[in-house]
């Protein structure tokens, strides 16, 4: 049995899932998410709680610990990272830094909103801007495959996370698909695409 705690801060939404996953009955999730924007260090270490809670699980049975690793909000995906890498230096765990719109086409595809193909993934960055990648859609939320990496574009073209709220349980997903993305704590490190910044010089 593996039991994963995944984290996700990147947006507006702060979300913290534990699945537990076992060869008899697949991988069972518990979800717990909230729609609090520039809160997520308030909440995140008690949903967290609440959710191991809620599994019975304490933490030093934790196996792994992933993060939605950004692109995306500056101070939220430092949040989401220093909250795994705390965890997992803590109990001397494996971390997933999960490629933030990785973690939303996993969850388009087990909605079923993403079809097959190649299409154009969108997440909102800040006013004016968003961040695109591509991605190759099979017939399962474990058949997604990175194209092309996230690019920031300036624009307002509808955006995928607008439409589908980010989750924890989409970070968790590819994490269990993705073993190669599991590192030592101190080399899960955040993501960022060039000119990424809200900060401007002044003047």
């Known amino acids: 049995m593996q039991r994963i705690l995944a984290v996700e801060t990147t947006t507006d939404v702060c979300s913290v899932a534990l699945g537990i996953a076992s060869c008899e009955s697949g991988v069972d999730w518990v979800v717990e998410s909230r729609v609090a924007p520039r809160e997520h260090n308030r909440l995140v270490l008690s949903l967290i709680d609440g959710t191991l809670a809620a599994a019975g699980v304490a933490r030093p049975q934790l196996d792994c610990v992933a993060f939605s690793a950004g692109p995306g909000s500056f101070t939220g995906v430092r949040i989401g990272a220093s909250v795994a890498q705390g965890i997992a230096l803590g109990l001397d765990l494996p971390a997933f830094a999960v490629p933030s719109s990785e973690a939303l086409a996993c969850g388009m595809a087990a909605v079923g909103v993403a079809g097959e193909g190649r299409r154009t993934v969108r997440r909102y960055s800040r006013p004016g801007w968003l961040y695109e990648a591509e991605y190759e859609f099979g017939r399962g939320a474990g058949e997604v495959r990175c194209v092309q990496f996230d690019q920031l574009l300036q624009g307002d073209a509808p955006c995928d996370d607008q439409r589908i709220a980010m989750s ?36």
């Open 168 to 203: 924890a349980w989409f970070v968790g997903m590819v994490a269990l698909a993705r073993e190669d993305l599991a590192v030592s704590a101190e080399r899960a490190l955040p993501l960022y695409v060039e000119g990424d910044t809200p900060w401007r010089p002044a003047g």
